[in-house]
């Protein structure tokens, strides 16, 4: 083989993507430093933890409460991955109907829908556990009203206020209410 065949096999092996696979280590990183560049926007990323995902924290609570109701919408669960949501959102109670979990709330309010669908993703892009998925949801309601929930704004007509007055942000995912 000649010289120039070899640099030729060397540059193909190199560069091809099957081929020469990037480490899952460095994978890895690279996914993390994507997420955190093109969706620096949504939320901070940290490096990875010991099961390999990013946390998520929250820092724009209208942007990312935009983006968990497209992930609710969007990413669909098994049946696996629906019974660790259940177990992590069933004993929170509801923010908005508290004799109601965050699980099944009594509606499917814009509030519920960025829980179901922060839930979904930490599940299936993730593959958090049900401990994780509750205490992130759990983060997540107190970050988006500090003062806390009485539990009862479904039932007295706060479901149009915004979640910081608290209401459950709409009933219309097109009209989020901040």
Request: glycine share 6%.
């Amino acid at each position: 083989m000649t010289t120039l065949q070899q640099d030729s096999q060397t540059r193909t092996r190199a560069y091809h993507p099957v081929a020469n696979r990037m480490p899952a280590a460095r994978a890895q990183t690279r996914r993390q430093f994507l997420l955190g560049a093109f969706g620096g926007l949504l939320f901070a990323c940290t490096p990875a933890d010991s099961q390999g995902f990013s946390e998520i924290t929250f820092t724009d609570a209208d942007k990312q409460a935009r983006q968990f109701i497209i992930w609710e919408r969007e990413i669909e669960l098994d049946r696996t991955q629906e019974a660790v949501k259940k177990a992590a959102l069933s004993v929170i109670p509801a923010p908005c109907c508290s004799d109601n979990s965050a699980y099944t709330c009594c509606c499917p309010c814009n509030m519920s829908r960025t829980i179901w669908g922060l839930a979904n993703y930490m599940i299936a892009k993730q593959d958090a556990d049900a401990d994780s998925v509750r205490s992130k949801a759990e983060e997540w309601i107190a970050y988006i009203n500090p003062n806390g929930y009485d539990g009862k704004a479904c039932y007295t007509g706060r479901c149009p206020r915004p979640f910081r007055e608290d209401g459950c942000g709409g009933m219309d995912p097109s009209q989020l209410n901040f």
